[in-house]
């Protein structure tokens, strides 16, 4: 078989495993989002809250959405949570995160408490802990959408979610795929990571990885071995020759492939669009470059 053909067959596959998600006891049913992907971009806003500030663990978070002129675009819009890596913040991911905001995403970025730049008490373990932070930050999310006179109240889709990161928080990003997740947790992307203990368990979901192959922090061995053991639709998009994460800015000769393929795997599981799955294997752009392969579920 050609390679054109194959390709076609496995991104036919792949659309077909990415069926909306079969709701659990308590979820809401029907299609992926009862809205269309947007055309065009919005302009982007932003705006930072304290989770539990006088808990054990606050979680400063950053949230950036789609805006007008009068404040929050009218409509309701799917939800991102965005993890940091290591040492990092969420406005170090600002050029990334502020563009699927544009393409009619609400992202939301925890600083996560004892792994992000400047920790008091810094801690590489804790990251085993983040996934939990993460589905505090959901639900945390569902009162902000029912709060009267909130700006974001009822612009939030929190039946199409997504979860996103880099490095750390792409592990953070697979641990949220545990055993018993909501179904409307329907798609992740992870970044230079891999798989936590008990990841991708639960409701099948579509995952894209993706990795630099000359990655000397997280080898692409890792994100391939996470990529293997994914239950559900996946893909693999890699970066030729690429470190640990520079094709994440701005200008760099890998952020534009990774800033398509990233916002077409999200406008297609988030928003149902099909065109937008179907444009994948081009949005990876040169094969000099990148190299993107999908499989079905297993």
Aim: proline fraction near 9%; charge should be positive; charged fraction near 15%.
């Amino acid at each position: 078989m050609g390679a054109g053909r194959l390709m076609a067959v496995l991104v036919t596959a792949l659309l077909a495993g990415c069926a909306p998600a079969t709701a659990v006891a308590g979820e809401a049913t029907g299609p992926v989002s009862a809205r269309r992907a947007p055309e065009g971009s919005y302009a982007v806003g932003v705006r930072t809250l304290t989770l539990d500030p006088r808990s054990a663990r606050p979680l400063p978070v950053t949230i950036w959405y789609p805006a007008s002129t009068d404040g929050v675009a009218s409509g309701r819009f799917p939800v991102v949570v965005y993890s940091h890596g290591l040492y990092s913040r969420p406005d170090l991911h600002a050029g990334l995160t502020t563009r699927w905001a544009a393409a009619g995403f609400v992202v939301a970025a925890p600083a996560y408490p004892h792994t992000r730049q400047g920790a008091a008490h810094f801690t590489r373990a804790d990251v085993r802990n983040q996934p939990a932070d993460g589905w505090r930050l959901i639900r945390h999310l569902g009162r902000v959408d029912r709060a009267p006179g909130d700006p974001l109240a009822g612009h939030l889709d929190l039946t199409s979610i997504a979860a996103a990161g880099h490095s750390a928080g792409g592990f953070t990003t697979s641990g949220m795929f545990s055993e018993g997740h909501p179904a409307r947790l329907r798609a992740g992307i992870v970044i230079a990571g891999g798989g936590l203990p008990g990841s991708f368990a639960g409701p099948p979901a579509p995952v894209l990885f993706v990795h630099g192959t000359a990655d000397a922090v997280v080898p692409v061995t890792v994100g391939r071995a996470a990529y293997g053991r994914t239950p559900g639709p996946a893909a693999f998009l890699s970066l030729l020759g690429q470190d640990h994460g520079a094709y994440l800015t701005p200008g760099h000769p890998g952020f534009a492939p990774v800033l398509a393929t990233t916002t077409d795997f999200l406008r297609w599981t988030l928003y149902g669009d099909q065109a937008a799955g179907a444009r994948l294997p081009a949005d990876a752009g040169s094969p000099t470059l990148t190299r993107y392969e999908s499989r079905p579920a297993h």
